[in-house]
């Protein structure tokens, strides 16, 4: 089982480039995410969706753009890129149900903005 | 609004010590409860939860009670392995939607 993929693994940006992280799961799941991992300060929420369609704002939003065609990817777009966004971004999806809630993460996208 | 603490880290043991890494959270209702650990050049994979007060969750000898009278999910292993050198992180699952928040990560080493 491929559980979550993201791609790539490795990008290097100039300041006011744009890209897009990939993210793809063959698992079903209705809920999707987007996190950034800073050092010393967990992950932070970007942006999330609950179904194909729907999509909502994190804790950490400005400078990124989502949307959700399928069940299946969730991209997440850089519109700008800036050094503030040099960082490891993970993609993670789980099931909505209480019992089965626990999130399942990709391997991480290590985005440097030069 | 909701969160998560962790003690700071680095954690640096010897093998077959016991650990303990505490967390505490602040939410309001009834969130589920997580523990992350992320190996080096790894994304997260879960090593246990509970989904209410009281639930213990286990998994590859590591435990974690559901406190609520204290707000509390202490991490805790018997005997820990060089193994198990890698990076947790404590975490609440807010509302329905299952947005995680987490805590800033503990890392844990663990020397023959």
């Known amino acids: 089982n491929a559980g979550v993929t993201q791609t790539p693994k490795f990008q290097v940006l100039k300041t006011g480039q744009s890209m897009t992280l990939q993210c793809a799961q063959d698992?079903?799941?209705?809920?999707m995410s987007w996190y950034r991992q800073d050092p010393g300060m967990g992950l932070r929420l970007i942006h999330y969706?609950?179904?194909?369609?729907?999509?909502d704002q994190g804790e950490v939003p400005n400078g990124y753009n989502v949307s959700r065609s399928t069940t299946e990817d969730f991209p997440l777009r850089l519109l700008s890129a800036a050094p503030s966004q040099t960082s490891v971004y993970f993609c993670?999806?789980?099931?909505?149900?209480?019992?089965?809630?626990?999130?399942?993460f990709g391997q991480g996208t290590r985005l440097t903005v030069v | 609004g909701n969160s998560v603490t962790q003690m700071e880290g680095p954690v640096t043991l010897s093998e077959e010590a016991f650990l303990t890494i505490n967390c505490t959270y602040t939410?309001?209702?009834?969130?589920?409860l997580f523990w992350y650990v992320q190996y080096p050049g790894e994304g997260l994979q879960l090593l246990l939860k509970?989904?209410?007060?009281?639930d213990k969750g286990s998994n590859k000898g590591f435990e974690a009670t559901y406190r609520k009278e204290t707000t509390s999910f202490h991490l805790e292993k018997g005997s820990v392995q060089v193994s198990d050198s890698a990076v947790y992180f404590c975490?609440?699952?807010?509302?329905?939607?299952?947005?995680?928040?987490f805590g800033a990560g503990t890392r844990l080493a663990v020397h023959p």
């Open positions: 993670a999806s789980s099931y909505p149900q209480p019992g089965r809630n626990e999130a399942f």
């Open positions: 698992m079903n799941h209705e809920y």
């Open positions: 969706s609950v179904g194909a369609g729907i999509t």
């Open positions: 939410a309001t209702g009834y969130p589920s």
């Open positions: 509970a989904t209410k007060a009281d």
């Open positions: 975490a609440l699952s807010e509302g329905g939607y299952n947005k995680l928040i």
